[in-house]
T-cell receptor
Framework: QKEVEQDPGPLSVPEGAIVSLNCTYS??????FMWYRQYSRKGPELLMY????GNKEDGRFTAQVDKSSKYISLFIRDSQPSDSATYLC???????????FGTGTSLTVIP | NAGVTQTPKFRVLKTGQSMTLLCAQD?????MYWYRQDPGMGLRLIHY???????AKGEVPDGYNVSRLKKQNFLLGLESAAPSQTSVYFC???????????FGQGTRLTVV
């Protein structure tokens, strides 16, 4: 079993839709949770960063962590064509050196 | 702000050839990482470094070597390239243990 599981999609939504992206994980020691956005042929760029459980909001983006279910989500409100990208979740234990990445979900927002 | 810069951006190698990928960061980060990204496999850690002069193996280290002689640079070497090493390679750095990683733009390597 992989440490982090992520549905690869692809996911296609109309402009203005609410998008929900999810990851599940098996290691209960993960404490740091990140979402990266990767445009085609570019490097991943950090979108959201949360510690432990709870929600974090930044503009149209909301990250949620449910440690009891080992489940994290990224919500995108009022999705735009510029949100079309691959979204990667990443996790880390408190004293660890390594990030554990999901395989990424490909999102296309249709104008 | 350059951030993390990778050199070269593209390369084609013949089987058995060697090459070195260079990663440079200007953020004074302690930690540096080399990942490879393959379709359906996500980002897999090859080697990482927690400071100048240190290196450690990641998830898929075989066939690669690394060096961190200067804090700002992290080199990834392929001694004898194989077609299985065809991939997109990303370098990343982070300030310390529990902070987010910043990525370079990637190196697309094809081994024929």
């Amino acid at each position: 079993q992989k440490e982090v599981e992520q549905d690869p999609g692809p996911l296609s939504v109309p402009e203005g839709a609410i998008v929900s992206l999810n990851c599940t994980y098996s290691n209960s020691a993960f404490q740091y949770f990140m979402w990266y956005r990767q445009y085609s042929r570019k490097g991943p760029e950090l979108l959201m960063y949360t510690y432990s459980s709870g929600n974090k909001e930044d503009g149209r983006f909301t990250a949620q962590v449910d440690k009891s279910s080992k489940y994290i989500s990224l919500f995108i409100r009022d999705s735009q064509p510029s949100d079309s990208a691959t979204y990667l979740c990443a996790m880390k234990v408190d004293t660890g050196n390594q990030f554990y990445f999901g395989t990424g979900t490909s999102l296309t927002v249709i104008p | 702000n350059a951030g993390v810069t990778q050199t070269p951006k593209f390369r084609v190698l013949k089987t058995g050839q060697s090459m070195t990928l260079l990663c440079a960061q200007d953020m004074n980060h302690e930690y540096m990482y080399w990942y490879r990204q393959d379709p359906g496999m996500g980002l897999r850690l090859i080697h990482y470094s927690v400071g100048e002069g240190t290196t450690a193996k990641g998830e898929v280290p075989d066939g690669y070597n690394v060096s961190r002689l200067k804090k700002q640079n992290f080199l990834l070497g392929l001694e004898s390239a194989a077609p299985s090493q065809t991939s997109v390679y990303f370098c990343a750095s982070s300030r310390r243990m529990n902070t987010e990683a910043f990525f370079g733009q990637g190196t697309r390597l094809t081994v024929v």
